[in-house]
């Protein structure tokens, strides 16, 4: 079984310039998650989909980040425009739905995508 | 909020080295507690986790006792050898309100040299 694949895997870009980051979930995994690393500085969630609907998106730095969930698949992160303090290691992570209250699905998470703003 | 507190790397050690990782948090409630690894150009992996107090995690000879009167979850493990080298990331899910995205601390670099 394939696992969570994120494309591209590096990406330099321009101060100003939009960038669209992809995440395939491992199928059938309801929850897919979005999560950033900046400056070797600890991973922080930015937001969380449930299918195709955003279940929490608390996390998002600002207006600038937009994301997306096609039909409940893959999703997308688009930085429009992109500032330097964006750069860093976007990670994708899916698990199943949850079965309880107090249950909790393991998340897969993918490769990471590095961006560099320059 | 939630947080984690963990260890700061870079860590080298010599192969066969004992190996100890320090990691507390702050939680309300009872969270699960995680350590992942990212190994070279790949992705964050569980290596082990607790979700209850006492409780111990373990894989590929890592250890992690769940201490909440002391709220940590030091990662340990007695022999390391070169393929260990990778980044330990310990993590909490907490459980107050929907939430169930996971809380990271800073991440450990650690080098095995043989």
């Known amino acids: 079984e394939a696992g969570v694949t994120q494309f591209p895997s590096h990406s330099v870009i321009e101060k100003g310039q939009t960038v669209t980051l992809r995440c395939d979930p491992i199928?059938?995994?309801?929850?897919l998650y979005w999560y950033r690393r900046v400056m070797g500085k600890e991973i922080k969630f930015l937001l969380h989909?449930?299918?195709?609907?955003?279940?929490?998106e608390s996390g998002m730095p600002n207006n600038r980040f937009l994301a997306e969930r096609t039909g409940g698949t893959y999703s997308t992160l688009k930085v429009q425009p992109a500032e330097l303090e964006d750069s860093g290691v976007y990670f994708c992570?899916?698990?199943?739905?949850?079965?309880?209250?107090?249950?909790?699905?393991?998340?897969?998470f993918g490769p990471g995508t590095r961006l560099t703003v320059l | 909020g939630d947080s984690v507190t963990q260890m700061e790397g870079p860590v080298t050690l010599s192969e066969e080295a004992f190996l100890t990782i320090n990691c507390t948090y702050t939680?309300?409630?009872?969270?699960?507690l995680f350590w992942y690894v990212q190994y070279p150009g790949e992705g964050l992996q569980l290596l082990l986790k607790?979700?209850?107090?006492?409780d111990k995690g373990s894989n590929k000879g890592f250890e992690a006792t769940y201490r909440k009167e002391t709220t940590s979850f030091h990662l340990e493990k007695g022999s390391v050898q070169v393929s260990d080298s990778a980044v330990y990331f310990c993590?909490?899910?907490?459980?107050?309100?929907?939430?169930?995205?996971?809380?990271f601390g800073s991440g450990t670099q650690l080098t095995v040299l043989p």
């Open positions: 199928s059938g995994h309801d929850n």
């Open positions: 992570a899916s698990s199943q739905g949850r079965r309880g209250i107090r249950s909790y699905n393991e998340q897969f």
């Open positions: 993590a909490l899910v907490g459980f107050s309100g929907s939430a169930r995205q996971l809380t």
């Open positions: 607790a979700t209850k107090a006492d």
């Open positions: 939680a309300t409630g009872y969270p699960s």
């Open positions: 989909f449930v299918k195709e609907s955003k279940q929490d």
